[in-house]
C-alpha cells in the first residue's frame, strides 16, 4: 500500500476541511488508518484512526470538531475537519498499518507524504 494525502489549504478559523487519504494497493480493507499532525517545532502528533472494521479513536483536541472516515471502494480515508482553529494549523500525515490503528505513530509502517493545512485567525 501507498498512500497519497490531499486536501490541505489555507482557511480561516471556523472553517471547514476535508483531507484525502487514496492508498493504492487491493488490500486497502485489512488495514488501519491513521490521521498525524506536525507543527513548527513541535513533535508529531496524533490526530485520530478508523480500523479496518470502521471504529473510531480521537485525540482530545479534535473531539467533536473533526471526524475520521473511510470508503473502501475508493480506497480512500478522509478526515473531516470543521470548527478550524489556528492551532490546528500544521502538515498533515496519513499512515497505515495491517495490524495497528491506534495512537502511537512509532507503529505505523506506512506513511504518505503531508499536507498543509492553515488556519488564519
Known amino acids: 500500500v501507498q498512500l497519497q494525502a490531499s486536501g490541505g489549504g489555507l482557511v480561516q478559523a471556523g472553517g471547514s476541511l476535508r483531507l484525502s487519504c487514496a492508498a493504492s494497493g487491493r488490500t486497502f480493507s485489512e488495514y488501519g488508518m491513521g490521521w498525524f499532525r506536525q507543527a513548527p517545532g513541535k513533535e508529531r502528533e496524533f490526530v485520530a ?52 490503528s491506534g495512537s502511537y505513530y512509532s507503529q505505523y509502517d506506512i506513511w504518505g507524504r503531508g499536507t498543509q493545512v492553515t488556519v488564519s485567525s
Do not use: H
Not at 59 to 79: E, H
Open 49 to 100: 484512526a478508523i480500523s479496518w472494521s470502521s471504529s473510531t479513536d480521537y485525540a482530545d483536541s479534535v473531539k467533536g470538531r473533526f471526524t475520521i472516515s473511510r470508503d473502501n471502494a475508493k480506497n480512500t480515508a478522509y478526515l473531516q475537519m470543521n470548527s478550524l482553529k489556528p492551532e490546528d494549523t500544521a502538515v498533515y500525515y496519513c499512515a497505515a498499518d495491517k495490524y495497528y
